[in-house]
């Protein structure tokens, strides 16, 4: 007879694992990179190629030279690098694309401890460090099916569209037939990945939903179409893909609510006053920042628990 | 009314149909004389002495213990130490039967009041048959008055069945039961609650406490783990247990439907509690079903009889999935709180992997503690954050680290976390 295995309760082991999530979240990605592809063309697919394998080679190294053990079997490096090449224009230089791998998985991932350990976004954290250090590449845009030949065609995005020229309809918005990083344009295609998420119970609607719908509310305040705003730029990207998740976003529902809203007024006042056009990576790396704080002040309530214990001393 | 979390597990009650089988009578059976919480006993009995079935054979004079009876009868071949599976040290007396199974005299209990029941039970040997074994004598007696009494049926935990056989075949042994304790302690109303997943009890019960308006038949959804005892009573009274509390403080008392139905047949027939049913299942057991056996009986002996491959077993459990303890060695014996044997020839070796901070153990736990918070204090031995986090109210259900991702022993640390606060 064998030696019995003595082990602490529970010992049924039938649960999710973290490489299903993170496969589950690439799945989700993919009609909106596929929709990048489609519009922008093969530039796109190569740039998303060159980032999922910058991605998963340094996170191989890093491990390595760290001698930790090797983490890429868990899937988080090739979400890492798809969310990467959706926030890149299509005509990024292939050099630059690697650099913001290396500052994704490197810099803001490993060097602070790895999976679930980093404070903000890799990718997002990524996109600003390329945007302030390559603006030029970082805001050359192309139109949509414009890609057999680059330099004839330059667009703008919607939201830096200058005044009285025209903009694109709202069924263009909505489909994803404007110019923008790969992954960002196609509202429609990112709502599919998020209700496919959603209806895995892998992320919670909470933060995606009180981001767009601040967005809105306060452009309706404030005059500004609220529909426009809400599809054009990286918002409905930000808000179902990074805005949920789980290392750098609370982990309450009421935690997820605040950290939506908080989004959603950084990114209005941004769009609004800022010089930039867009902010909705500015404002998840800020809410990011306040996440620890914001859990603090949204912890569970404890069934039956005594409200303080300070009361008695 | 607020729902409290809960997790779908799979059910698994692949013996729900097994009708008991009375095990054949061991040849030898080992008695720890700490089988339940509480003081553990003083052998009453040395080596070489004779035993009837039904006579005590450990007894002692704290008040929160209860004695130890024989189901056998034969000659005591040894008393000596014994390791129990959670690891306390206490006596254990064996007794190797003569096969004859000749009964010791017992005199069914003449019970009057509420002190006659309540010495009458704790000589019966009886303790909580669901599986923490609290002393029933000591749950009957609360210091404040109860006015509802909730007969635990919820049997969340997958694969047992012990309890649902019976519900089904002592339908009428648990409704006298309660009628008794009823009586007895003056105790208005019985709430019976039994989880969604055991259709054919709840009808039974229905249809027999139909005349009775004071017994409910209470049905709890299928989620784990209904039978904690916070969230039957919340579930089927709408009252919460603050913090440090006792049921019989928000006036209920909890009791396990199997025990229940032992205490009117102890009324009856005055045989101490000297036998249990036992689920034994697994995907190690060929013949899984419900036996009867012997408390005491080696473990070995109950997965021969349900045809278990001995030499594939790689891990046994003795009670549930989600919070039963392993059994170091198949020839440690069954004990009162045995409510399952579960052998498998498999077991989770899958490595531990970093926290993703996805929020499941959080929404998982019933109570709404924040394991993942939990786990980086207990880290960083963080006694004031542990406190706040209110580590101490986790019932160890185990949950959390079934639903965690990345395979953290969440409830394991917990429990360790626990251990660092100082009570006072």
Redesign the interface.
């Known amino acids: 007879m064998n030696k019995l295995i003595v082990s602490p309760s529970p010992h049924d082991d039938n649960y999710l694992k973290t490489s299903e999530i993170m496969f589950s979240v690439c799945m989700a990605m993919l009609p909106a990179l596929a929709m990048g592809c489609c519009m922008f063309g093969a530039n796109a697919l190569i740039v998303t190629l060159v980032c999922v394998g910058s991605c998963v080679l340094f996170e191989y190294l890093c491990r390595k030279l760290m001698k930790r053990d090797n983490t890429i079997s868990d899937l988080s490096a090739v979400v890492t690098g798809m969310l990467l090449a959706m926030n890149l224009p299509p005509t990024i230089p292939l050099w630059v694309a690697v650099i913001g791998s290396f500052v994704a998985i490197v810099i803001v991932k490993q060097l602070f401890g790895g999976l679930g350990q980093n404070f903000a976004n890799p990718a997002i954290t990524a996109r600003i460090v390329l945007m302030v250090s390559f603006p030029t590449y970082m805001t050359t845009w192309v139109k949509p099916f414009y890609w057999h030949d680059f330099d004839a065609v330059a667009g703008a995005t919607p939201l830096a569209i200058p005044q009285g020229e025209p903009t694109p309809s709202y069924l263009d918005l909505f489909v994803g037939n404007v110019s923008g990083c790969i992954g960002e344009t196609s509202a429609l295609a990112l709502t599919l990945g998020g209700i496919f998420l959603v209806m895995r119970k892998i992320i919670n609607p909470a933060a995606p939903i009180a981001f767009i719908g601040t967005v809105g509310l306060l452009s309706f305040i404030a005059g500004i179409d609220p529909l426009y705003q809400i599809l054009s730029g990286g918002l409905f990207l930000g808000a179902i893909f990074m805005a949920t998740d789980y290392a750098t976003t609370p982990i309450t529902t009421s935690g997820k609510v605040i950290f939506g809203v908080g989004c959603g007024i950084i990114t209005f006042v941004i769009r609004r006053f800022g010089s930039f056009p867009e902010g909705v990576s500015f404002s998840i790396l800020l809410m990011n920042v306040l996440t620890p704080y914001i859990e603090q002040l949204t912890r569970t309530k404890v069934f039956g628990a005594k409200a303080k214990e300070a009361d008695e001393e | 009314m607020k729902k409290?979390n809960g997790i779908k597990?799979?059910h698994r009650k692949h013996t729900q149909d097994c009708k008991t089988i009375d095990m054949p009578i061991p040849e030898k059976i080992t008695l720890p004389m700490a089988m339940n919480m509480g003081a553990p006993c003083t052998p009453t009995v040395k080596k070489g002495d004779k035993v009837l079935v039904g006579d005590k054979i450990g007894d002692c004079s704290a008040e929160f213990s209860v004695p130890v009876h024989s189901g056998v009868s034969g000659e005591v071949t040894a008393v000596s130490d014994y390791i129990g599976a959670n690891g306390k040290v206490c006596k254990a007396v064996e007794i190797t039967s003569d096969g004859e199974q000749e009964l010791a005299e017992l005199r069914p209990p003449v019970i009057t009041d509420k002190a006659s029941l309540i010495s009458a039970v704790r000589q019966s040997g009886l303790c909580g048959l669901g599986g923490a074994g609290f002393p029933t004598h000591i749950k009957l007696n609360p210091k404040t008055h109860v006015d509802t009494l909730i007969i635990n049926g919820a049997e969340c935990e997958?694969y047992i069945t012990a309890d649902y056989r019976e519900m089904l075949e002592n339908t009428e042994d648990v409704l006298e039961g309660i009628r008794l304790v009823k009586d007895m302690l003056e105790i208005k109303y019985a709430k019976i609650a039994v989880e969604a997943n055991k259709p054919l009890a709840i009808e039974k019960f229905t249809e027999m406490a139909e005349s009775d308006d004071t017994i409910d038949i209470v049905t709890l959804p299928s989620l784990y783990p209904q039978g904690a005892e916070?969230v039957i009573i919340?579930n089927s009274t709408g009252r919460?247990?603050?913090?440090?509390?006792l049921p019989s403080d928000v006036g209920v008392m909890v009791v396990n439907i199997s025990t229940i139905a032992y205490i009117y047949r102890y009324i009856r027939t005055g045989m101490p509690l000297v036998t249990r049913r036992v689920t034994v299942d697994g995907n190690a057991v060929k013949l899984p079903q419900n036996v009867s056996a012997v408390i005491g009986t080696p473990v070995v002996d109950l997965l021969k009889f349900c045809n278990t491959r001995?030499?594939?077993?790689?891990?046994?459990?003795s009670g549930g999935?989600?919070?039963?303890?392993?059994?170091?060695?198949?020839n440690m014996p069954i004990t009162k709180t045995t409510n399952a044997l579960?052998a498998?020839s498999r077991?989770?070796d899958?490595a531990t992997?970093?926290?993703?901070?996805?929020?499941r153990c959080?929404r998982a736990?019933?109570?709404?503690?924040?394991p993942?918070?939990i786990e980086r204090a207990y880290k960083v031995r963080n006694i004031e954050e542990l406190?706040a986090?209110?580590v101490t109210?986790c019932m160890?259900c185990?949950?959390c680290?079934?639903?965690?991702?990345?395979?953290r022993?969440l409830?394991?640390t917990n429990?360790l976390a626990k251990t660092l606060i100082p009570r006072n």
């Open positions: 409290l597990l799979k997958p916070k919340y919460i247990v603050q913090e440090g509390q001995l030499d594939a077993v790689k891990k046994v459990i999935m989600m919070m039963g303890m392993c059994i170091p060695d198949v579960l498998f077991y989770d899958r992997s970093a926290c993703i901070r996805c929020g959080v736990c019933p109570i709404g503690l924040m993942a918070e406190k986090l209110k109210m160890n185990g949950s680290t079934y639903v965690c991702p990345a395979n022993k409830a394991e429990q």
